[in-house]
């Protein structure tokens, strides 16, 4: 098994690098990277706290294959706040008490975040089928729900 | 969880990943989304020597309707074949069975619809990790000679087809493009699947699904997808039944029925065309006489292979075929414009 | 009523930026230079002779470091009971025993390690069932114990039972079974041991007792022959506690042994699969009932009986009746009570604390069996709570002394919203059920008590040193509010570490909901030194008396006007001859009491109370229950934070309404076969209820400024409350947990009198139809 190269955008800075084949994205993010933020909670696609956007999708970054993220723009948790400055997603989190553990947290914010990219209007049905993918054990959901829902009222209120 | 080492290959067009395939042979898999894969191989279920990536392949990720046909290339992504607007009014029993799916953020954006007919079945004795396994003798899915899942054993595997769409698409009338460097050939979804629980599928070595075919609708058609699980996301199905249903407004003219996660394939009810044939449209009896030949067929195939018991399976097989049936009898009755629509 | 500044606000939890963010670090995320990777080799069989352990081939596997098995570690003893090593020899008794350890250059080395490593095993006789298991030709599953009843005696009788039961003019009597459940942190478990050159050992784990883990590690050391060394208990950011990490556990001993052999750092992480396999769930029980009311439905007697199955080994699952005897004695106004509780070995896994300690098991008998017993005397269910509720000033017959007691307003909160302003559909009924849960503390160890020490700057900034542990409910985020309100700065002026035993002073951990209650006192006590020393400097510099000025914004008032500047007073006392700082400690222990012989004692200084109510929907042709609404009012005495309490009871709730619908750790024959998220459920997101929580606030006068303890009350009650709106809808009862759609479903068939009434998911076969 050798090395395969990869050019990778990750949180908007471009990386050459080379990587094995059987290496995942998540492998790639946490210890090459040292992008800790994504977690592994399961190694298996059901927990959800692996989550990053991949070209503005949510995917699970334990069974992505470094690879296939090749050409990609990858967002991490990491790069959700910009010059210091906290993603309103991110501050909603924190402001509604959508943080317990906090280790859902990074993928469930990576989620909403793709999941409003996509649909800035949504209601608390589709939120919460969009984090149905993430297992939260603190908080029951009702504060992370509340936490999006927060964000999507707000962008309404700007049209 | 670490994988096990692979070469990769990003073929860029159908016909060199179709060369790869051939040169490769039993050696190889096929990476779509990835989803059902690399689980098994990080739990050592699989351990192929090649991986061919579709990622490059847009050719197969086309959805388009023609006079005849939806065509969904076999790597389209679930969430894709979702945003295409006429799936959820035309065909919404596809449409419901996709949305049963895993979870949104989690299948919908990697998992493709290949990935999800050609998933491997599922036994709670086999996708289970290494140590897990070698607490026990090695069952025929793995190459051994047991079976865990029936009662006093078997020299056959019993685990189950857990694909949500392949249901609902054979009740449709679904037909799949299969292609190898060597030929294309076009057969009923149906006859992709073996019913051998040790290799479920029918596809040779080096071959691989590259479209799926839905017929458009006719006048007086209905379809419906229904699954019973116990969460609303990330969960495999209890039991699942895809129904199409055909009826000039009074009667039934046709009835096909599909029930998912009870056999070692999509288990086809073919009995049930008889039963409803030209019965009135509503006719309670007549659903119920179906729902007991659905799980009388589901019955002989049930095995041990979920953690829910068989017997609660079994029953659910008829109250989920009632109720696909039901709700795809009131589509295709409300379905007399269809060809006006269109 | 009194004006708070921080107290009683909607305030973020201090980490949750770092959460947020991605920048707080848990044990998944340390590395040390030079780290070796672990990983432990668990039993083939549940019970079996350890012929051979033929480690050859492991050894000569390059990136091999280090591997031992039983036979190479002195004699440790882990648990309560001392009964566990933490590698196997001559016998294993579970699936989860740990037979061998490895220490390589990388995971993947130490996986592909253990895989080489060769047992040899003879099986033996295995034991599974508890109730079997107290039969005298039961196979022993630790011989030298002579018998699989555990030398811990639980019974108590207080009044007269029987005579009780003649007098009572309705009874009931019933059985209840509850299984295992675990508590699936979404951080799995890991350590880092490591070693120095002189023997000190640091150790980086998920712990809710670091004190007491500090002790446990020690122990360690001393059996390697090491006395006197320093060990230093290291917490980093942990994903979810909820009891799970009360105890030490193998694998972290294993990490200090495997790198005092290795003379490196050491680290084992566990994978998910390993969690839900080496982690101790949720005392299972089977629990037999009787109770009985006179004419007026005043409840006259309570009698219980239960045997828990241990598993193979004991940590604090085993002393869940201490807590079980609260509900048992104290839930409702009962005068006689009679509890007896065997725990008994089996070859099952080994089992621990989980919120709520015994408490949701012995409240879903207990609330299950009031609804019965209101039937049968066909008193109003809610009447029926009413008229045996606890009130202030009542002593139980286990000598709990209630002082505040919210109860009847939770009753009325949650009865005034039972229909939830829904008519009465088929297949939709409605239940309640009560709690009672130590809110003051825990009197389980000789001491009960939490150290604090406050260190202030130049400008008014605050270091607090807390032995309370942080696992993600936000004791650093209510310690930070009660020092900021004693001490008139803000809650972003302070910073509370908690994470690491070189620093922080002694606590005997996050159990009993008692982290609010006592670090939040023991905080409180020593900002109070601190804040008297301030008003007299602050007197003294402005001529003020100390009773006519107000601490509060970073600043001294007089007469509602800022008049002096805290960190003005605080330089101006570092700045002088003589000067002094503005250090303080406390320890706190609270006015609670071990429990005698007999059982009795006030083992908490105050008690919380609840009640929720819940409306399902039963679907009687699948047996699958849907819940429309919740409502969960509970008595906190003050609530410190709203926000953070809102997240215990949303959280709490959501597990409780697993616990009695969808999880359960599936053990064929001791082995675990659901170790996964697909296969063990969880609820996610789209099965999440609405929950509505109440705050009852009833101002505890022993609780810092009035608060009382909220961690576990949230999923005592659900089950019963969820069972007893089941039974409400569709008429049927179940008694055994979970709640899942094929147990429904048999029961309404079996009621219906249908001809096949289903398999018995019990006995496996066909039941019956009456």
Known sequence: MSKQSLEIIVNG?????????????????????????????????????????????????????????????????????????????????????????????????????????????????????????????????????????????RSQEKR | MRLPPFTY???????????????????????????????????????????????????????????????????????????????????????????????????????????????????????????????????NKAGGSTCFAWKGGSDKCHSVCQSDTAPILIAMGAKVVIKSRQETRAIPLEELYSSIGEHPLTLGDNEMLTEILVPVRAPGDGSAFEKLAYRSAIDYAVVSAGAFVQTDGNQMLKASLVIGAVARGPLTIATIEKTLEDRPVGDEQAIDEAAKEAMNAAEAFMANNMTQPVEYRTQMVSVITKRALKLATKRALSNKEVSEAK | MEEFTVIGKRISKVDAVDKATGRALYIQDFKLPGMLYGRILYSKYPHARIIKVDTEKAKALPGVVTILTGEDIPPIRLGVYKDNPPLKSGKVRSCRDEVAAVAALDPEIAKEAIDLIEVTYEALPAIFDPEEALKPEAPLVHEDHKTNVLKMPWNLHYGDVEAARLEAAFNVQERFTTTWVTHCCMGTSGAIADVDNSNNLTVYTNTQIPSLAQKDFQETLKALGVKDRRVRVIKPSIGGGFGSKLDTYAYEHLAILLAWHARRPVKILFEREEEFLATSPRQPTVTYISMGCDREGKLLYRDMSMVLDNGAYTSWGATTPSVMMMPITSLYRVPNVRYTAKCVYTNNTYCQAMRGYGNPQATFAIESAIDMLAEAADIDRVEFRRINSNRPGDVTPQGLRITSCGLPECIDAVSKNLDFGQPREKGIGTGLASLIHVGGGARIYKSDGCGTMIKMDDYGKVDVFTGASDMGQGADTVIAQIV?????????????????????????????????????????????????????????????????????????????????????????????????????????????????????????????????????????????????????????????????????????????????????????????????FRDYKLLTAMDAIHSKPIVIETVDEKGPFGAKGIGEPGCVPTAPAIANAIYDAVGVRIRDLPITPEKVLAAIKKKKGAVSCGIDVFTQKEQPCE
């Open chain 2, 9 to 139: 290959n990003r073929p860029q067009d159908l016909d060199e990943a179709l060369e790869l395939l051939n040169a490769y042979g039993k050696d190889c898999k096929i990476l779509a989304g990835g989803t059902d894969l690399l689980v098994r191989m990080k739990q050592g279920l699989v351990a192929p020597m090649n991986l061919i990536s579709l990622k490059a392949l847009s050719e197969l990720a086309e959805i388009r309707e023609t006079a005849t046909d939806l065509k969904i290339g076999a790597a389209a992504k679930l969430s894709d074949i979702l945003a295409y607007q006429p799936v959820q009014g035309r065909w919404p029993g596809l449409f419901e069975s996709i949305k049963a799916i895993g979870a949104p953020s989690i299948q919908h954006f990697s998992g493709t619809i290949g990935g999800n007919l050609c998933q491997d079945n599922r036994c709670q004795f086999y996708n289970q990790s290494r140590s897990f396994r070698r607490a026990r003798q090695t069952c």
């Open chain 3, 484 to 676: 900021a309100e004693e001490l008139g700065v803000k809650v972003e002026d302070i910073h509370v570490f908690h994470q690491d035993t070189d620093i922080c002073p002694w606590d005997v951990g996050a159990h009993a909901s008692r982290t609010t209650f006592v670090a939040g006192n023991s905080a409180l006590g020593a900002a109070r030194k601190i804040r008297l020393r301030l008003l007299a400097m602050a007197s003294k510099a402005t001529g003020v008396s100390e009773d006519k000025l107000v601490l509060k914004d970073r600043a001294f008032f007089a007469e509602g006007s800022p008049i002096l500047p805290l960190p003005k007073l605080l330089r101006s006392s570092h700045f002088t001859p003589k000067g002094q700082m503005m250090m303080a400690d406390n320890f706190y222990d609270p006015e609670n009491e071990n429990m005698g012989r007999d059982f009795r004692g006030n083992m908490s200084a105050t008690y919380s109370f609840g009640t929720h109510g819940v409306r399902v929907k039963v679907d009687e042709a699948t047996g699958k229950v849907e819940i429309l609404d919740y409502i969960a009012a509970h008595d906190v005495g003050r609530a410190i934070n709203p926000m953070l309490l809102d997240g215990q009871v949303h959280g709490g709730v959501l597990m409780g309404v697993g616990y009695a619908l969808t999880e359960q750790v599936i053990l064929e024959n001791g082995r675990n076969m659901n170790p996964d």
């Open chain 1, 13 to 153: 800075e471009n990386y050459f690098l080379a990587v094995e084949p059987n290496c995942t994205l998540m492998e790639l993010l946490r210890d090459d990277l040292e992008l800790t933020g994504a977690k592994e909670g399961c190694g298996e696609g059901v927990c959800g706290s692996c989550t990053v956007l991949m070209d503005g999708k949510p995917i699970r970054s334990c069974l992505t294959l470094a690879l296939e993220a090749s050409g990609s723009h990858i967002t991490t948790v990491e790069g959700l706040a910009q010059h210091g400055d906290l993603d309103p997603l991110q501050q909603a989190f924190i402001d509604h008490g959508a943080v317990q553990c906090g280790f859902c947290t990074s993928g469930m914010l990576m989620s909403a975040k793709g999941f409003l990219l996509e649909n800035p209007h949504a209601g608390k049905k589709e939120i919460r089928n969009a984090l149905s993918g993430h297992i939260c054990r603190c908080t029951g959901y009702t504060k992370i729900v509340e936490a999006v829902e927060s964000v999507v009222d």
